[in-house]
T-cell receptor, first 112, second 116 residues
């Protein structure tokens, strides 16, 4: 089945630092999505990417859809305490009914 | 716009008991998904509905799990009988087709199930 490898597994950074995480797959996806999940809540959509090579920003967040369509990265600039949470990448393929395949998540902790 | 609603938020049951979860999607969203999220993992799709029809239930353990969406709006997911390994958060999500052909899934807060 399709699998996404997400790294790093966890990060503990100083407030103000930039953060980078990525996701790779052996499968090609039409869409890459990045979600954030906080304790006791469902995942919240941060950024959606629809074209290979696309670079999209949402405030301090920037994400890119890899040229090969098999990878994506998410950057967070100037981290703040409320960035704490678990970040998930997800790939979507229209041929599979737009089912989302999720990575295992990157746990982000921020020291203030 | 109201988000995806789920209830209950928490449930503790003993193994071999049955349990049901309820989901109300975002108004107008034709597609509804149930995911299982085991601690430390990403969500895994259990079943996908398009209106009241099943699109994909390939990862649903059909010997114990069932789901329905009778009128194409609300949905229930049932487990009977529950096993210890069913302890997880059960997430409901919904999406609609944008005019551009894109789908974006929006998640509810989840139901945390503990089986003892």
């Amino acid at each position: 089945g399709q699998q996404l490898n997400q790294s790093p597994q966890s990060m503990f950074i100083q407030e103000g630092e930039d953060v980078s995480m990525n996701c790779t797959s052996s499968s090609i996806f039409n869409t890459w999505l990045w979600y954030k999940q906080e304790p006791g809540e469902g995942p919240v959509l941060l950024i959606a990417l629809y074209k290979a090579g696309e670079l999209t920003s949402n405030g301090r967040l920037t994400a890119q859809f890899g040229i090969t369509r098999k990878d994506s990265f998410l950057n967070i600039s100037a981290s703040i305490p409320s960035d704490v949470g678990i970040y998930f990448c997800a790939g979507q393929l229209e041929e599979y009914g737009n089912k989302l395949v999720f990575g295992a998540g990157t746990i982000l902790r921020v020291k203030s | 716009e109201a988000g995806v609603a789920q209830s209950p938020r928490y449930k503790i049951i003993e193994k071999r008991q049955s349990v049901a979860f309820w989901c109300n999607p975002i108004s107008g969203h034709a597609t509804l998904y149930w995911y299982q999220q085991i601690l430390g993992q990403g969500p895994k799709l259990l079943i996908q509905f398009q209106n009241n029809g099943v699109v994909d239930d390939s990862q649903l353990p059909k010997d114990r799990f069932s789901a329905e969406r009778l009128k194409g709006v609300d949905s229930t997911l049932k487990i009977q009988p529950a096993k210890l390994e069913d302890s997880a958060v059960y997430l409901c999500a919904s999406s609609s087709r944008w005019t551009s052909g894109r789908y974006e899934q929006y998640f509810g807060p989840g139901t945390r199930l503990t089986v003892t």
